[in-house]
């Protein structure tokens, strides 16, 4: 089983140019069921239907969330697929199998003044001020998952630009347009990073390809650590940090655009979804605006003079 686990990834990798995160979540969900069958005596080679069917029952027996568990088939299915295309299978155990679907939940957001204390805080934040305020700026501006943003190559950035190239999931690109603050940070930041690769090179020391560059062996400022600042900044923000994430930055700058009168597939294109209907989650911020356009300007809502 693991061979099959391990073909199946370097596949999704060379052919689909599949997302170091997105291989990682594979690898998982697959070991997960490689681990259940193996309990149960069964192996890929032999597995059913009804073997596919236990397991995901014995994940939702676990508390799994809808999610979850259709993420899983979508990997199980991913894997037959493949074994099939290669022959290894004769047959898809996994063929019209139909998911749990997923939870119905609104995105958490921000409203505009708690993202406004965020980006004060960063720019409060002491020693790392001019990145930590360039990371939030880019952030809220463009609307980038945070993958993107920490990897982002300092090469996208130089020359003022107007418009930021951004490399998202499957290593497809698309240009988000830049606001003015965000410029602006974007400039602070690249000086005095590039004072510091001055010293660096002066010390020997190899140049970074990216923009928010790091020691560690991706080479660039983690996930992780961009987590632990933005739950800094709400604390320092005022912003209870329970509703602080990379993602409701993400979400905010979603709904503050289409509240304001963007369109769904501006929005769709600058967040880099493949499908509008990925998008349409957000218009639940339309209702509240519809609701006041109907009562301020139809006729028949307001009230005669006496």
């Given at each position: 089983m693991p061979f099959w686990i391990s073909a199946f990834l370097e596949a999704q990798a060379a052919e689909r140019d599949a997302a170091k995160n997105s291989q990682l979540a594979y690898a998982r969900d697959l070991k997960d069921f490689a681990g259940f069958l193996a309990r149960k005596g069964f192996d890929f080679a032999t597995v059913t239907q009804a073997d596919i069917k236990s397991y995901l029952i014995f994940c939702e027996a676990q508390g799994l969330a809808k999610s979850t568990r259709a993420r899983r088939l979508s990997a199980i299915r991913q894997l037959f697929r493949f074994a099939y295309e290669e022959g290894w299978r004769t047959d898809n155990p996994s063929v019209r199998m139909s998911g749990p679907g997923k939870d119905?939940?609104?995105?958490?957001?921000?409203?505009?003044?708690?993202?406004?204390?965020?980006?004060?805080?960063?720019?409060?934040?002491?020693?790392?001020?001019?990145?930590?305020?360039?990371?939030?700026?880019?952030?809220?501006?463009?609307?980038?998952?945070?993958?993107?943003?920490?990897?982002?190559?300092?090469?996208?950035?130089?020359?003022?630009?107007?418009?930021?190239?951004?490399?998202?999931?499957?290593?497809?690109?698309?240009?988000?347009?830049?606001?003015?603050?965000?410029?602006?940070?974007?400039?602070?930041?690249?000086?005095?990073?590039?004072?510091?690769?001055a010293k660096a090179r002066n010390a020997s020391a190899e140049p970074s390809r990216f923009l928010f560059p790091s020691s560690g062996k991706d080479g660039h400022l983690t996930r992780v650590r961009f987590f632990t600042l933005i739950k800094d900044f709400a604390v320092a923000g005022g912003v209870s940090p329970s509703k602080v994430t990379p993602h409701t930055?993400?979400?905010?700058?979603?709904?503050?655009?289409?509240?304001?009168?963007?369109?769904?597939?501006?929005?769709?294109?600058?967040?880099?979804?493949?499908?509008?209907?990925?998008?349409?989650?957000?218009?639940?911020?339309?209702?509240?605006?519809?609701?006041?356009?109907?009562?301020?300007?139809?006729?028949?809502?307001?009230k005669k003079a006496d």
């Open positions: 119905a939940r609104l995105p958490k957001t921000l409203d505009v003044p708690e993202v406004q204390r965020l980006i004060d805080a960063a720019r409060d934040s002491g020693r790392d001020a001019v990145r930590n305020t360039c990371l939030m700026e880019l952030l809220y501006a463009t609307g980038m998952r945070v993958t993107e943003l920490v990897s982002l190559p300092v090469s996208a950035a130089r020359g003022d630009p107007r418009m930021l190239l951004v490399r998202g999931k499957g290593g497809k690109e698309r240009l988000v347009p830049l606001s003015p603050p965000a410029r602006a940070a974007v400039t602070a930041w690249l000086a005095k990073r590039d004072a510091t690769e930055i993400r979400h905010a700058f979603a709904t503050h655009l289409l509240a304001n009168g963007a369109d769904l597939r501006s929005i769709q294109t600058m967040l880099g979804h493949a499908d509008v209907a990925t998008t349409e989650i957000y218009t639940h911020v339309l209702d509240e605006r519809l609701r006041d356009l109907v009562l301020t300007h139809h006729p028949l809502a307001k």
